[in-house]
């Protein structure tokens, strides 16, 4: 049972290059989600998805696209890679968006934007 | 907006004793839901423990507990018998019960266990 399967889990980019996050999901979860951690700021919301076929901004979208390509499926797009964009980046799923049940997060990819 | 604080930039303890890591939240809300997270060093976001705003009774899962004070926006989290694989960063987190669902975080305790 793989859960939430984030690729690549690290990276290392000039800056300037574009680099597409892959995430999926094979747990059924209507919602997913993309944060980023740094040193000292927890995590932020890039951009989540209630549902297939619908993306929002979060709170730190900027230099971000996204796409929900099916159910199972969430990538995370930097077009033009900047140095201030080293960061771990977690996807995460959630069942529904109207119960206590919790995220379930990926193991996270470490990028690095040289 | 939500903010969530926590206080502790870093917390020890020793084997088997208990320590309690802080956290308080800002909002308007009256329906809500709390969750802890740990991350240890592998970087994996694991559910610790979650509390819905509008149950009374604090949540226990074994070991880790959590004190609700819902008037004082306060949701700290209490292990007993702390363990060496307690060691992690621990992350409180506030999702709104409304059409909202976004996690907001805090910037995490780091939690030291010491033998």
């Known amino acids: 049972n793989a859960g939430v399967t984030q690729t690549p889990k690290f990276q290392v980019l000039k800056t300037g290059q574009s680099m597409t996050l892959q995430c999926a999901q094979d747990?059924?979860?209507?919602?997913m989600y993309w944060y980023r951690q740094d040193p000292g700021m927890g995590l932020r919301l890039i951009y989540y998805?209630?549902?297939?076929?619908?993306?929002d901004k979060g709170e730190v979208p900027n230099g971000y696209n996204v796409s929900r390509l099916n159910k199972r499926e969430f990538s995370l797009r930097l077009e033009s890679a900047a140095p201030s964009q080293t960061s771990v980046y977690f996807c995460?799923?959630?069942?529904?968006?109207?119960?206590?049940?919790?995220?379930?997060f990926g193991d996270g990819t470490r990028l690095s934007i040289l | 907006a939500q903010t969530v604080t926590q206080s502790q930039p870093e917390m020890s303890v020793q084997e088997a004793e208990t320590v309690t890591l802080s956290c308080t939240y800002d909002?308007?809300?009256?329906?809500?839901?709390l969750f802890w997270y740990k991350q240890p060093p592998s970087r994996q976001m694991i559910l610790v423990i979650r509390?819905?705003?509008?149950?009374?009774q604090n949540a226990t899962e074994n070991r880790f507990s959590v004190n609700f004070q819902k008037a004082a926006k306060s949701f700290s989290l209490k292990i007993s018998d702390s363990q060496l694989g307690d060691a992690a960063m621990y992350f409180c987190?506030?999702?709104?019960?409304?059409?909202?669902?976004?996690?907001?975080f805090g910037k995490g305790t780091l939690l030291t266990v010491n033998p």
């Open positions: 909002t308007s809300e009256s329906d809500y839901y």
């Open positions: 998805s209630a549902s297939e076929g619908t993306t």
């Open positions: 509390q819905e705003a509008y149950k009374q």
């Open positions: 747990m059924n979860h209507n919602s």
């Open positions: 987190a506030y999702r709104s019960g409304g059409s909202n669902y976004k996690l907001t």
């Open positions: 995460a799923t959630l069942l529904r968006t109207d119960s206590n049940q919790p995220q379930h």
